[in-house]
């Protein structure tokens, strides 16, 4: 459940750190900005950033050979790197319980940012996502987007590298990505900020026609970071930009936002599921009408497995343009084998001041 809620004008902020040092693989936060206090676990909404932390060879990079992060990053993910990539392991799940407290509508004020298409005018490639498992002979066919990705990252408690899936979406910047929070952070007392994380727009059977953009800050709640609050398990990343120097939304365009929106509504889901039947390599997509689920997540009926973590769900997904409005993110699913549900925070006033305040680092 999400608790009580100052207005945006009076709640508190929080950095969990102005910079990020390095020791050993482990990283070290300073102390937060303007000298407010650490994020309380007792205020799971306050906003959590951090400089994009990076992996001990990495560090090593940028130290002997004078590389820039985002560039020793990018060398980091070589291909062979991408493709033995696994997808996170989050855990199944029952629905979550209902609750009847008023905080979640008190919150859902109606908030909307449009889509913007790439500067370049281009549209959605011809290529269609592929279509669910035992859906192979409907009708129906879904265009591909170039602003849904796919997500790499090294976990710095067991040293493997992950994928999730997300989207470029239109801001101020033009540079965020939209995501879950487990695919920022690994959640709880156990979990650590994700290194060497870049987003991969489009990404098309190894081919990365758009290039690679590297984070700049991670952005969560403190109520995943601390808790593994499924309700709180949002994310969004600012990022650098590309080897060619482009900047992301300029260079793909970028999805809409809407908050405080009908929890019921016919959502396209789309990502880049990575475990059986699916490849992982390319974009696949659910489209289905969702539903409300305790008191602060939405539930869609869906098959794609894990490595989807992360993707948006697209309320008037305009196939011409491959653009919509995101309205939630693929948090977790019933089951890991043969899923048939996932679950999404429900966007509200909380999620919508979350993209703001991480639209406006620098």
Same mark, same amino acid.
């Given at each position: ?46 906003? @959590? ?8 060879? @990495? ?7 004078? #590389? ?18 696994? &997808?996170? #392991? ?5 629905? &979550? ?165 009908? #929890? ?38 869906? &098959? ?40 999404? &925070? ?17």
């Amino acid at each position: 459940m999400r608790g009580f809620r100052l207005p945006p004008s009076a709640r508190r902020v929080f950095m969990a750190a102005a910079t990020v040092a390095l020791m050993g693989g482990a990283m070290v936060a300073t102390a937060p900005v303007s000298g407010a206090a650490a994020p309380s676990v007792n205020d799971p909404g306050a906003a @959590v950033a951090v400089p994009a932390p990076v992996s001990p060879d @990495v560090a090593q990079a940028m130290s002997t050979a004078r #590389k820039s992060r985002s560039q020793a990053v990018l060398d980091y993910w070589t291909q062979d790197r991408m493709s033995k990539a696994i &997808p996170v #392991k989050e855990p199944a799940r029952t629905a &979550p319980s209902q609750d009847t407290s008023a905080d979640a509508a008190a919150a859902a004020i109606p908030r909307s940012v449009p889509p913007v298409a790439p500067l370049s005018g281009k549209k959605a490639l011809p290529d269609k996502a592929g279509r669910v498992a035992g859906q192979e002979s409907a009708q129906l066919m879904v265009n591909a987007s170039i602003t849904v990705g796919k997500i790499f990252y090294r976990n710095a408690v067991d040293g493997l590298n992950y994928v999730c899936s997300g989207a470029s979406i239109n801001s101020t910047s033009k540079r965020l990505v939209s995501t879950a929070g487990h695919c920022v952070h690994g959640g709880g007392p156990s979990g650590t900020w994700h290194q060497n994380w870049v987003f991969v727009p489009y990404y098309n059977f190894g081919n990365r026609p758009y290039g690679s953009f590297p984070s700049n800050w991670l952005v969560s709640f403190n109520g995943w970071i601390n808790n593994s609050d499924f309700d709180y398990d949002v994310g969004f990343v600012k990022t650098a930009n590309n080897a060619s120097g482009q900047i992301l939304v300029n260079t793909v365009g970028g999805q809409g936002i809407q908050t405080g929106q009908s #929890k019921s509504r016919f959502l396209t889901m789309m990502g880049y599921p990575s475990e059986s039947p699916y490849p992982g390599d390319w974009q696949y997509y659910c489209q289905n009408t969702t539903s409300a689920s305790g008191s602060n997540q939405i539930t869609i009926g869906c &098959p794609l497995t894990r490595g989807q973590s992360g993707g948006p769900w697209l309320w008037a997904y305009d196939d011409s343009t491959g653009l919509g409005y995101i309205n939630g993110t693929s948090s977790t699913l019933n089951q890991i084998v043969n899923p048939t549900q996932w679950w999404s &925070p429900y966007f509200d006033g909380p999620d919508w001041d979350l993209f703001n305040y991480a639209d406006s680092l620098v």
